[in-house]
């Protein structure tokens, strides 16, 4: 059921301003300890589907609940909108006639029941209630539609609910409720319906004249006096004595003494008592209504659903919810829906929740097929009639469905355990399923559609979000997530920044590929960066970075900047892009003192031999043309630099070229006592699987481009065509076998590229860590991570390679045996080619094994040495 904007953002603000102060005044651990020992009280149960029917007035509501049960009808019923007893007693006319219930005013024909006549093409309309309830004019409005009309009214309520009960004919079975009080009406009306029987009304004390006269002419098997003595007297109910045919069983009276529930008289202890006693006259409570017992005016016309669809009405006590609560639970395993009638202000989403809330467990569904087959997988859900429920996901701590072309993404925020969620590289633009999930602290939504960002804006746990390649335009619904530490808003259609300036713990802010983007001048407060991105932004001025001290990498590639000076005092700069702007002089960047990589490609640099002043730079990326084609001289000009690259190709300026991602050591290195301590442990290492400890040795550098992203998506859509081919019978035999083989290598190339984009996105989440850090021994950890990760996917490739290249090798040598057997000149020929084929096999199989033992070796060490790093 969805929630009014108002109550959202009230729990909301409940929501975060709890969970800041938790954070501040104890673990969170500390509260879910709490939670999960309350949560052993209540039991793990289905909850049943809430569906909410409303309309803003009650005349709105009955023309929802006819689009609700019908798509057209011959008949209709009119009842007065302005009371109450005149449509409770239509509803086994409606029943018999399958015609929905729609109310009017009395002088003139409601705009929304003439739209439902219409919409329904209906034919015949009964009119119930005389000429005071409903005008003549109306009556003529409804026949000026061409429809004809029958009008079932008396002078009072008494005297109309007998025309009725009289159009009914002959029923064996009547039912006597109160007229002072809808609610034993609304609650007999599906079971009376189900008889056929009529509902009359009574006074207390009294009965009608004209209901005498309609008994005088019948004789009834069985009469039920619906109310106890409060209600209908036993003077009135004696009356219906002499018209049964047997009065000592044929007369029954429902009221509040069989309850099971509570002690004093209610109607809402009645409404419990008479469906209860007719469970067989009902859908074995697949399906139930909730009514309010207080406001009637939406409950008016629901009465003719329940009847169609022979589900019970139960009336709810808005100020005590125990009874409806109880009827769910002993009842549980057979409601599947819940049609709550009338809306907030009639029955509110807190009372329906408190209801229902403490049966814990509830099926999940989902609205996106491709949503529900990516859960399932990652599950390891393989059976497709299982039923999957929030017990099956309470423990889910990590979730990644990335790549699985995913619009809709209902159903997860039932997966109320999670701490990192990874939806990139889908078709996602609605984020309202996430509005609610607070505990989230990573979030990935790289590559979607997303474009409203309000759904995050209360997430405060979060400290990793990557929007990266979306449809963003307005991003001040996140300046209340002051926890962020990674930031990624690169290539979106953000015009303008703003009120960044308190999100204070962020390491890693991209902004890169948003044209012209505005407000910048906020990110001056944000003095814990370490990395910032703002390549092809539109920039021209750097002032607001000047207090960025704790920076270590910043791309301003692709702008329009010409004056270095605000970053100059940068020291911490390791990292810098600055290719493709309109920068003549570098001098101002000479005294950044651990400035090891630098890309001034695509900029007239003039003063170019004063990058012999930098001492540390490691790496440049230049023009060619600006060192000299012809000769050497300006690149020995800068030779204190190791590596010098052009746009496409690198230039090795010292002898001893060192490849910069294998043991790659920075001339000021970091000492610490933990070198130290592990140094006779990394020895032993070395002696075991003889690879050297290096702490700043890194194997492989993330691709942030996601290159195998759309090979990905082309593969899966190959399989989807292959797998419709081979089902199609027009193919011979012959074809659809060979286009079973492709089929085959297809899902094997899938699930290779698959596991390298896991291991690239894992790496990219480690490099991330290792900017975050501040302390060296985490970082060093974070490396020894990356290399592990990477040495392990290496490793199962190589394993999936020799299983492939023995299968190969196997087949080869069984068509050469049966080649050879045969003896002729041009199978021993072909035998000869296939003998070549296999000594290549052979060949390939030894370097596969020579790369697989290298890389067990290497994920061995870097384990062993997570292991080391860990104690």
């Not at 108002?6 to 929501?15: D, V």
């Not at 209906?122 to 005389?130: D, E, N, P, Q, R």
């Not at 001040?476 to 002051?482: A, I, N, R, Y």
Request: charged fraction near 30%; glycine fraction near 4%; aromatic fraction near 8%.
């Amino acid at each position: 059921m969805i929630k009014s904007k108002c109550e959202k953002r009230i729990a909301k603000i409940l929501c975060g301003t709890f969970l800041v102060t938790t954070m501040i005044l104890q673990p969170l651990t500390a509260v879910k300890a709490a939670k999960k020992d309350s949560d052993k009280e209540k039991k793990y149960v289905r909850k049943p589907a809430k569906v909410r029917i409303y309309g803003k007035d009650r005349y709105e509501t009955s023309s929802k609940i006819a689009k609700e049960g019908w798509s057209s009808s011959y008949y209709a019923i009119i009842a007065s909108g302005e009371d109450f007893p005149d449509s409770l007693s239509a509803v086994t006319l409606s029943k018999r006639h399958d015609a929905p219930i729609l109310l009017t005013t009395s002088k003139s024909l409601n705009r929304n029941t003439r739209e439902e006549l219409t919409r329904m093409r209906v034919k015949k309309v009964f009119i119930i209630g005389g000429q005071v309830a409903i005008s003549p004019k109306v009556e003529q409005d409804i026949k000026s539609m061409g429809i004809t009309t029958e009008r079932l009214g008396g002078k009072d309520r008494y005297e109309t609910s007998i025309k009725i009960a009289e159009r009914l004919g002959n029923p064996g079975t009547l039912f006597v409720v109160t007229s002072n009080h809808f609610a034993d009406a609304l609650s007999a009306g599906p079971i009376a319906a189900k008889k056929g029987a009529p509902i009359i009304l009574t006074s207390k004390d009294r009965l009608a004249d004209v209901t005498k006269k309609y008994l005088n002419k019948k004789v009834f098997n069985k009469v039920y006096i619906v109310g106890d003595r409060s209600q209908i007297s036993d003077k009135v109910a004696s009356e219906f004595e002499t018209h049964v045919r047997n009065h000592k069983n044929g007369l029954e009276r429902i009221d509040s003494k069989a309850s099971e529930y509570v002690k004093n008289s209610t109607v809402y202890e009645r409404n419990i008592n008479i469906i209860n006693k007719f469970p067989n006259e009902l859908n074995s409570y697949k399906e139930i209504f909730v009514a309010s017992g207080v406001a009637f005016a939406d409950a008016l016309s629901v009465n003719a659903l329940a009847a169609k669809r022979e589900a019970p009405i139960v009336i709810g006590n808005t100020s005590d919810g125990n009874l409806l609560k109880s009827f769910i639970s002993d009842n549980f395993s057979k409601i599947a829906t819940m049609n709550i009638v009338g809306g907030q202000g009639v029955i509110s989403e807190n009372y329906v929740n408190n209801i229902v809330d403490y049966i814990e467990d509830e099926e999940i569904k989902f609205k996106d097929g491709n949503m529900e087959r990516a859960v399932r997988e990652k599950l390891g859900i393989t059976n497709e009639n299982e039923r999957i429920y929030k017990s099956k996901v309470r423990d889910v701590k990590i979730l990644d469905l990335s790549g699985f072309n995913i619009s809709k993404i209902d159903g997860i925020q039932l997966f109320e355990g999670l701490k990192e969620l990874n939806l990139s590289n889908n078709k996602i633009k609605n984020l309202e399923p996430l509005e609610d999930m607070f505990y989230l602290e990573s979030l990935n939504l790289s590559e979607n559609k997303v474009e409203d960002l309000e759904p995050l804006e209360e997430l405060r746990s979060l400290n990793y979000l990557n929007l990266n390649n979306n449809n963003v335009r307005y991003v001040d619904s996140l300046k209340k997530l002051e926890y962020l530490k990674y930031l990624n808003l690169g290539k979106n259609d953000i015009s303008y920044i703003e009120d960044f300036k308190d999100l204070t713990y962020l390491y890693y802010l991209d902004l890169s590929h948003n044209n012209n983007i505005g407000g910048l001048s906020d990110l001056s407060d944000l003095k814990n960066l370490t990395t910032l991105k703002l390549s092809n932004t539109g920039i021209s001025s750097l002032g607001f970075l000047e207090d960025l001290k704790r920076l270590t990498e910043l791309d301003l590639a692709k702008n329009s900047i010409s004056n270095l000076d605000s970053l100059k005092k940068l020291d911490n700069l390791k990292t810098l892009y600055l290719n493709d702007n309109n920068i003549s002089y570098i001098e101002d960047l000479k005294d950044l003192k651990d400035l090891e990589e630098l890309n001034v490609w695509g900029n007239n640099i003039k003063d170019v031999e004063k990058f012999k002043k930098f001492k540390t730079l490691r790496k440049l990326t230049i023009q060619r043309s600006l060192l000299g084609d012809d000769d050497r001289k300006q690149l020995d000009l800068i030779s204190n630099i190791p590596h010098v690259f052009d746009k496409n190709n690198t230039y090795v300026a010292s002898k001893n070229d060192i490849d910069s991602n294998f043991k790659d050591i920075p001339g000021k290195t970091y000492k610490d006592k933990e070198l130290d301590d592990i140094s006779k442990e990394s020895k032993d290492l070395k002696d075991t699987y003889k690879h050297e400890y290096n702490p700043y040795e890194v194997i492989y550098k993330s691709n942030s481009g996601y290159s195998n992203a759309f090979t990905a998506r082309e593969l899966l859509n190959r399989e989807k065509d292959l797998k419709s081919m081979i089902e199609d019978s027009t193919y011979s035999m012959q074809v659809r076998k060979m286009m079973q083989e492709d089929l085959e290598k297809v899902i094997n190339r899938y699930g290779m590229v698959n596991k390298t984009n896991r291991m690239n996105d894992k790496v990219m989440e480690l490099e991330a860590k290792i900017n975050m850090y501040f302390e060296e021994k985490e970082k060093r950890k974070a490396r020894n991570r990356i290399n592990y990760v990477y040495s392990d996917y290496k490793y199962d490739f190589y394993k999936n390679a020799a299983i492939e290249c023995e299968r190969d090798m196997s087949q080869l040598k069984s068509q050469i045996g049966q080649l050879e057997y045969s003896n002729s000149y041009s199978n021993n020929e072909k035998a000869r080619l296939l003998k070549g084929e296999l000594r290549n096999k052979e060949i390939e199989y030894y370097m596969i094994n020579k790369n697989l033992k290298k890389y067990d070796k290497d994920r061995s060490f870097f384990a062993a040495m997570d292991s080391i790093l860990d104690k």
